[in-house]
T-cell receptor, first 114, second 112 residues
């Protein structure tokens, strides 16, 4: 157990639907990062939050949004789902600057859009 | 544009040998570089971080080198074991960036 909790582990949904993925960072970590991993794309950075504020944006589609709550858990919302959104979605947290520390990843949510 | 290159072909080696994985990067001036291990269907696990002024870093059977002139990092696993079989990802990091960009990884297969 890495200390980063992601739920649900698996999600199967239909095209056009909306889903919410949840992440609880490791205790004490203020930063949360979301990544998408599909077979042909590798790990793609989506978005980062630090202590409730958005800090960096990557290749996140407009159909996707995220937020970090006062208790530091984060949610990634995916809407108008397409077949191509099927992927593993990882959340990671870090205790401080990436100059000193690495990420701690959760075990991921496997999203299948049918 | 920025590019991170890791050998997409799997590396197959015999148990006990040293595995060497390569990470080349283009249009980066990384202040540091991180290596991760990822097992199928699981989240990556942080292994090592090396800074630009550290030419080499070791942790148990792992060794990482960082050559900013060649724009390359090498990741070595000595006395490899079948349990070392996994995909290894590198992530060079420019100063001022807030999130890591990962290479596509190299899959290592250690044969008993």
């Amino acid at each position: 157990d890495s200390g980063v909790t992601q739920t649900p582990k698996h999600l199967i949904t239909a095209t056009g639907q909306r889903v919410t993925l949840r992440c609880s960072p490791r205790s004490g970590d203020l930063s949360v990062y979301w990544y998408q991993q599909s077979l042909d794309q590798g790990l793609q950075f989506l978005i980062q939050y630090y202590n409730g504020e958005e800090r960096a944006k990557g290749n996140i589609l407009e159909r996707f949004s995220a937020q970090q709550f006062p208790d530091l858990h984060s949610e990634l919302n995916l809407s108008s789902l397409e077949l191509g959104d099927s992927a593993l979605y990882f959340c990671a947290s870090s205790v401080g600057t990436l100059r000193e520390y690495g990420y701690t990843f959760g075990s991921g949510t496997r999203l299948t859009v049918v | 544009s920025q590019k991170i290159e890791q050998n997409s072909e799997a590396l197959n080696i015999q148990e006990g040998k040293t595995a060497t994985l390569t990470c080349n990067y283009t249009n980066y001036s990384p202040a540091y570089l991180q290596w991760y291990r990822q097992d199928p269907g699981r989240g990556p696990v942080f292994l090592l971080l090396i800074r630009e002024n550290e030419k080499e870093k070791r942790k148990e059977r792992l060794k990482v080198t960082f050559d900013t002139t060649l724009k390359q990092s090498l990741f070595h696993i000595t006395a490899s074991q079948p349990a070392d079989s996994a995909t290894y990802l590198c992530a060079p990091m420019d100063t001022g960036r807030r999130a890591l960009t990962f290479g596509s990884g190299t899959r290592l297969q250690v044969q008993p």
